[in-house]
């Protein structure tokens, strides 16, 4: 007899990976060019990347139905990307433009998409989480299946929302997916020197929700963690929570010097940089060679050169539209029916 061929799981698999792959090389050269963009002052305010965390945002991105909800940091590119917003909207919001996913008013912290239940990017830490906590207790009381993916970093983990949005999640038996992005800083703050138990995973397990660490650079152990929870949550388990232990490879913001860090640390993580690990992992499986990821490079340079062409095209907002919004539309055109 011979070896059996690989059947249909084998060849899914071997898809699926190569898919994941992309997801993360999208981000990385979507952001790698938001830092040109930068520098050419194209794109302009705040911009926080999370270049060497995009297993995280991929792997929890993917385990997720198109009813289920999102609501993110301002490190969220990748989760919008990964989620489905298009490059066109996301680049066109960075650039200020009225064609971007919240008509150039939120920029690259408050990327915003109703049509792939997308609730933000938000500037405030720990701002996301009752917001998550409010999306899941809708669909609690309505009798919905629904996850809501919450993203947040360490540093909510110091503020009082946390604290309240575990324990209302757990008392209530919520459907939330926490997930907190442990990259080890809040600014230019170390975790161990702002808290006193720097092992997240347990302080949500004191609220009694079922709570993992996981290896954040490995996108295979983060999609496998992210699925086992979210399923746990969709058939009502309550919330649960992932730590995800990960590491940014650039400084907070582009206006953060990094002086806090040490250059052999930030070395030593590189070493763990999610792209390359999945690269060999698939290259050792047959999966993927030189020549299909040189393919996939240039189809996301060209996705990326699209991106940056609708941006640059796209229009600022006039200024008569300064007040627009302050009172929503339909009220303008009708103060009654409000
Ligand atoms: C309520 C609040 N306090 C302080 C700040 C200023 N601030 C902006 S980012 C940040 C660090 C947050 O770190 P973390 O949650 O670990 O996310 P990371 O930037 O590492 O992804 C702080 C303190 C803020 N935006 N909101
Ligand atoms: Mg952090």
Request: proline share 4%; glycine share 10%; charged share 25%.
């Amino acid at each position: 007899m011979t070896d059996p061929a690989p059947g249909p799981a084998a060849a899914g698999d071997a898809e699926h990976g190569v898919h994941l792959l992309r997801q993360m090389l999208r981000i990385r050269r979507f952001e790698e060019r938001c830092v040109e963009l930068y520098s050419d002052m194209r794109i302009r305010g705040f911009l926080h990347l999370g270049i060497g965390e995009e297993a995280c945002a991929v792997g929890v991105m993917e385990v997720l139905e198109p009813d289920d909800a999102v609501v993110a940091t301002y490190r969220e590119h990748g989760h919008a990307l990964a989620r489905g917003m298009t490059m066109r909207s996301a680049m066109a919001e960075l650039e200020g433009k009225v064609e971007g996913c919240s008509r150039g008013r939120g920029g690259s912290m408050h990327l915003f998409d109703k049509s792939t239940r997308f609730f933000g990017g938000n500037a405030i830490v720990g701002g996301g989480l009752p917001l998550a906590v409010g999306l899941a207790l809708a669909d609690h009381m309505q009798g919905r299946r629904r996850v809501t993916a919450c993203i947040f970093g360490d540093g909510a983990v110091a503020e009082g929302e946390f604290h309240e949005s575990m324990n209302l999640a757990a008392l209530w038996h919520l459907p939330v997916l926490f997930c907190c992005e442990n990259n080890q800083y809040a600014m230019g703050t170390a975790l161990d020197r702002a808290e006193s138990e720097t092992d997240l995973a347990l302080k949500a397990a004191s609220y009694r929700v079922p709570s993992w660490d996981v290896d954040g650079m490995d996108i295979v152990a983060v999609e496998d963690a992210a699925s086992h929870a979210a399923e746990a949550v969709r058939g009502g388990g309550g919330p649960h929570f992932l730590e995800l232990r990960t590491y940014r490879f650039r400084a907070h913001s582009m206006y953060d010097p990094d002086r806090y860090r040490d250059k052999a640390e930030i070395e030593g993580w590189r070493h763990r940089d999610p792209i390359p690990l999945l690269v060999e992992q698939l290259t050792a499986a047959g999966t993927i060679d030189d020549a299909l990821v040189e393919q996939m490079e240039k189809e996301i340079e060209a996705e990326v050169d699209d991106a940056v062409a609708f941006a640059d095209a796209g229009t600022l907002e006039p200024v008569e539209d300064l007040e627009r919004f302050v009172v929503s539309e339909a009220a303008v055109a009708d103060p009654g029916a409000v």
